[in-house]
């Protein structure tokens, strides 16, 4: 057990709907990072937070958004949900100092879309 | 653009066997190397880690070993075991807490007993 939470497990919902997925970091942990892992592009980076501010973006589409709030729990708002947003979403959460880059991962929300 | 290449996609050892897989990279920036094991329906979790200070790194029966010049690492499973039968995945970062993790496509791991 990573110490990193995330709800739900599953989601199942239509296209064109609006889903939240939730992810609570591991104790003392301020940096909280957002993971799309599908099939055809294995685990790509979507966007970091860090003690609430944004802190880095990667591959993450218009129709994705985040946030990370004072209690330190993130969220990642996926509308307008199209069939190839299917995907294994992980959240992952490091403190932001020490010498390595130690990311620890939840156990994944596996989202579909019919 | 892939940044990080993984290599094989699925690979088969018998119980005892070696295995091995290989990544390379590109951006020469990289500088922290680790490798994530993911079991299904689970979470990737840090398996072993290197600084391309070093040309190899051992912890049990993992071991990386680390070719700077050629921009390439390997994950060796000595004596493996079957269940060490995984998702295997190498990812580089700069070696900076708090920066994102590069990925590269999995390896499939099947141990046969």
């Known amino acids: 057990d990573s110490g990193v939470t995330q709800t739900p497990k599953h989601l199942i919902t239509a296209t064109g709907q609006r889903v939240t997925l939730r992810c609570s970091p591991r104790s003392g942990d301020l940096s909280v990072y957002w993971y799309q892992q599908s099939l055809d592009q294995g685990l790509q980076f979507l966007i970091q937070?860090?003690?609430?501010?944004?802190?880095a973006k990667g591959n993450i589409l218009e129709r994705f958004s985040a946030q990370q709030f004072p209690d330190l729990h993130s969220e990642l708002n996926l509308s307008s949900l199209e069939l190839g947003d299917s995907a294994l979403y992980f959240c992952?959460?490091?403190?932001?100092?020490?010498?390595?880059?130690?990311?620890?991962f939840g156990p994944g929300t596996r989202l579909t879309v019919l | 653009q892939q940044q990080v290449k993984q290599s094989p996609q699925s690979l088969i050892v018998q119980k005892g066997g070696i295995s091995i897989i290989n990544c390379a990279y590109e951006n020469t920036a990289f500088d922290y190397f680790p490798w994530y094991q993911q079991f299904p329906g689970k979470g990737p979790a840090l398996l072993i880690a290197i600084r391309p200070d070093v040309s190899e790194k051992k912890e049990g029966r993992f071991t990386i070993s680390f070719n700077k010049s050629a921009k390439q690492f390997s994950l060796h499973i000595m004596d493996s075991q079957p269940g060490d039968s995984a998702t295997y995945f190498c990812?580089?970062?700069?070696?900076?807490?708090?920066?994102?993790?590069?990925f590269g496509k999995g390896t499939t791991l099947s141990v046969s007993s």
């Open positions: 990812a580089a970062s700069s070696n900076q807490a708090g920066t994102a993790l590069i």
């Open positions: 992952a959460s490091s403190v932001l100092t020490g010498p390595d880059n130690e990311q620890f």
């Open positions: 937070y860090y003690n609430g501010e944004e802190r």
